[in-house]
């Protein structure tokens, strides 16, 4: 449960590069509205950011990791390029490399038409490295980088029989992804676990990935709604202490309505 833009609110600043994420989160006590990113790994979310629940979200950054290219070698060749509502792919040489998207090499891996070459990240030493780093106590407060759709294109490579990679295996690579995931995964909580609103704290989540990033968004609306009910509260309490039982029924009008915290939010 994360995030939210409101009256007390976090300060954003971007800083992104070509494939990755670059944003530093610091609390502050402005009135300016502000971008919202979050994580959370609960695909049932009901919370809605923007008009787009957490389900929504994935199914997003899912299509945009399939425009990822990928180096495949097909088993056929081709005089002209394919044809594909997506544009032309090809020509195609018979064991000759070749680079197209990965929703078409995963289409073509089906069809038993081509083998699909392992990404040079998804190879187990590269797991294991990346696994021990983000698990270094010298780097409990930041992450480390990844590709930008690291999941949706790791896991869809377990998947497909026609990955071809030196030693390669399925069983082992996800289960270094699932550790790597839930490394990450705890930095974040232990960040917002210690998030104060109104403090000079900083969360910095440069590398972030996009399922991160999309996942615990509409969590973070709720927690930080949450925060913003209980500094209202807070102030009528404070004002009650003066007033007669007959105002009470003023004191329970000054409360602002609830409302979707979607609502509230502006992209910079």
């Known amino acids: 449960n994360f995030w939210k833009s409101s009256r007390t609110c976090l300060g954003v600043k971007h800083r992104s590069s070509s494939a990755k994420t670059s944003c530093v989160l610091s609390a502050a006590g402005s009135s300016k509205a502000v971008l919202v990113i979050a994580m959370s790994f609960c695909t049932g979310s009901t919370l809605r950011v923007n008009t787009k629940d957490t389900d929504f979200l994935l199914s997003d950054d899912k299509f945009l990791a399939m425009e990822t290219m990928v180096t495949i070698i097909p088993r056929f060749s081709s005089d002209e390029a394919v044809d594909c509502i997506r544009g032309k792919f090809g020509p195609f040489r018979a064991h000759t490399p070749i680079q197209v998207n990965l929703w078409i090499a995963l289409e073509m891996a089906k069809l038993e038409q081509c083998s699909i070459e392992l990404p040079y990240w998804m190879h187990e030493e590269e797991l294991k ?55 990450r995964r705890k930095k974040i909580v232990s960040a917002f676990k210690t998030f104060t609103p109104g403090s000079d704290s900083v969360f910095d989540v440069s590398n972030m990935s996009a399922v991160e990033l999309s996942c615990f968004r509409g969590r973070s609306v709720q927690i930080l709604d949450t925060f913003l009910d209980l500094i209202q509260i807070k102030r009528i309490v404070g004002k009650g202490e003066g007033l007669d039982e007959d105002d009470d029924d003023d004191v329970a009008s000054s409360t602002v309505p609830e409302e979707d915290s979607s609502s509230r939010l502006s992209f910079a």
């Open 129 to 183: 490295r990346l696994r021990d780093d983000e698990r270094d106590k010298a780097n409990e407060d930041r992450f480390m980088p990844v590709d930008e759709h690291y999941l949706e294109i790791g896991f869809a490579l377990v998947e497909c029989k026609a990955v071809k990679g030196i030693g390669f295996s399925p069983r082992r690579a996800t289960v270094l992804l699932r550790e790597i995931m839930e490394l």
